[in-house]
Antibody, heavy 122, light 111 residues
Framework: EVQLVESGGGLVQPGGSLRLSCAGS????????MHWVRQAPGRGLVSVSR????????SYADSVKGRFTISRDNAKNTLILQMNSLRAEDTALYYC???????????????WGQGTTVTVSS | QSALTQPASVSGSPGQSVTISCSGT?????????VSWYQQHPGKAPKLMIY???TRPSGVSNRFSGSKSGNTASLTISGLQAEDEADYYC???????????FGTGTKVTVL
């Protein structure tokens, strides 16, 4: 079964850090672009970051640029989001998601995890 | 990286059709044929319903169809059913060095 499972969420104080992980299984992880998408409580989907199959290309939403870092370990089928200098507005459910086709990233996201919750509050 | 604009809500009776619009710019919706649509039920992860403007993934009902004209894309749900009640989001590819952009979301209510 193709599956993504996120972990690492929790409660953190403003200015703190968290490291989210996403474990992929049931597919050739290294062949797919991967994404982080977040959803604040009662709000819509927002793309946070994406990464090329081999990690050579990354991109970020302006709101997290310079604070968040996306990476991947293809040997361990794992996607990572390192989040530093967290703010209250980063509070959200964070999903990892897989691109629809191998090696290209135009078409959309067809596999999603169930998300991990990040709460930034003092 | 402004969100694409969708109506906050649309509604219809069972069996009717509803259309959700998704307005962007020439830098996203208008500039690429890579518009996708997602369905999200409460407490669930999003589900891909349409990609490349008008293509349905395997397993998605043919009651869902997509189109695009200029900077505006649309999702039409025909033969509305109770199970279609959910939030719907459009999304567009925006280029190699930027993330996707999502729409503001539309709540579909089946009356």
């Amino acid at each position: 079964e193709v599956q993504l499972v996120e972990s690492g969420g929790g409660l953190v104080q403003p200015g703190g850090s968290l490291r989210l992980s996403c474990a992929g299984s049931g597919f050739t992880f290294s062949s797919y672009w991967m994404h982080w998408v977040r959803q604040a409580p009662g709000r819509g989907l927002v793309s946070v970051s994406r990464i090329h199959t081999d990690g050579s290309i990354t991109s970020y939403a302006d709101s997290v640029k310079g604070r968040f870092t996306i990476s991947r370990d293809n040997a361990k089928n794992t996607l990572i989001l390192q989040m530093n200098s967290l703010r209250a507005e980063d509070t959200a459910l964070y999903y990892c998601a897989r691109a629809l086709y191998t090696y290209v990233d135009y078409y959309g996201l067809d596999v999603w995890g169930q998300g991990t919750t990040v709460t930034v509050s003092s | 990286q402004s969100a694409l604009t969708q109506p906050a809500s649309v509604s219809g009776s069972p069996g009717q059709s509803v259309t959700i619009s998704c307005s962007g710019t020439s830098s996203d919706v208008g500039g690429y044929k890579y518009v996708s649509w997602y369905q999200q039920h409460p407490g669930k992860a999003p589900k891909l319903m349409i990609y490349e403007v008008d293509t349905r993934p395997s397993g998605v009902s043919n009651r869902f169809s997509g189109s695009k004209s200029g900077n505006t894309a649309s999702l039409t749900i025909s033969g509305l059913q109770a199970e279609d009640e959910a939030d719907y989001y459009c999304s567009s590819y925006t280029g190699r060095n930027t993330p996707y952009v999502f729409g503001t979301g539309t709540k579909v209510t089946v009356l």
